[in-house]
């Protein structure tokens, strides 16, 4: 059977979502590491499974490391249990044949015995197979309200990390890296009202910069707080 090319229910494939992108610190030093490694064509990693909580960059890591694998024309398949498209274990038939699956909040898979069985049997088949499988959670694999225990077992041996909450000075850091990378200047007044008055979300933080980026380029103007509260004003009233 031939390779199918690529599915993704609903995924959008940011340009500015690149790994490279992502914050080396000391926090995610060997995270980064891993991913490194599994991205390898001949790495020993097949299995990994990235938990945390809310906010840390597991949604951003999984579509970055997604995107190396398109570079790479590999054959992509991405789940997300919080998608609403996802209603049926039927969608996990002949996934082994792509290269690589991405599936993401598995914290939010049905607990029902056919999701489980159906995720037990895709393991198996990538095992056969030697397709990748790349999973993120909020809970630890160990954590996760699963009545299979095989489906279990098999989630807690593959490689786990946490994608830590990185320290208050290294998310500072970060948001300046962010901006220098994009030729901003963030002065020190800019960075804290940005601290003080945003998410604190290092996800949500470095959209914003990309945001600021685009904002600024299509205002003409530099970046300034007052051109950071007109951002949020308008980003409020469109989610009104």
Not at 21 to 43: A, P
Not at 158 to 185: Q, Y
Request: hydrophobic fraction near 40%; glycine fraction near 2%.
């Amino acid at each position: 059977m031939s390779k199918p090319r690529q599915l993704h229910l609903d995924i959008t494939l940011e340009s500015s979502t690149e790994l490279s992108e992502y914050i080396l610190c000391d926090s995610t030093r060997l995270l980064l590491l891993t991913i490194e490694d599994f991205l390898l064509n001949d790495s020993d990693i097949n299995f990994l499974f990235l938990w945390g909580r809310k906010g840390v960059g597991k949604s951003y890591l999984l579509r970055a490391v997604n995107k190396e694998y398109l570079k790479k024309k590999k054959n992509t398949a991405f789940i997300s249990f919080s998608n609403p498209l996802v209603n049926s274990p039927q969608i996990l038939k002949g996934l082994e044949k792509y290269d690589i699956i991405f599936i993401e909040d598995l914290h939010l898979m049905p607990q029902k015995k056919d999701w489980e069985i159906a995720v037990f049997n895709l393991f198996n088949l990538c095992l056969n197979e030697r397709t990748r499988l790349f999973f993120t959670s909020l809970k630890t694999a160990k954590n996760l309200n699963i009545s299979l225990p095989d489906l279990s077992s098999r989630l807690i041996a593959i490689n786990s990390l946490e994608v830590p909450e990185i320290t208050e000075e290294e998310k500072s850091t970060a948001i300046r890296e962010a901006s220098d990378r994009r030729g901003m200047n963030l002065d020190s007044k800019v960075l804290q009202y940005i601290l003080n008055h945003t998410s604190r979300s290092l996800s949500d933080l470095l959209k914003l910069i990309s945001d600021l980026d685009s904002f600024s380029l299509e205002k003409q103007r530099k970046l300034s707080i007052p051109l950071i509260k007109e951002l949020l004003a308008n980003d409020n009233t469109q989610g009104k």
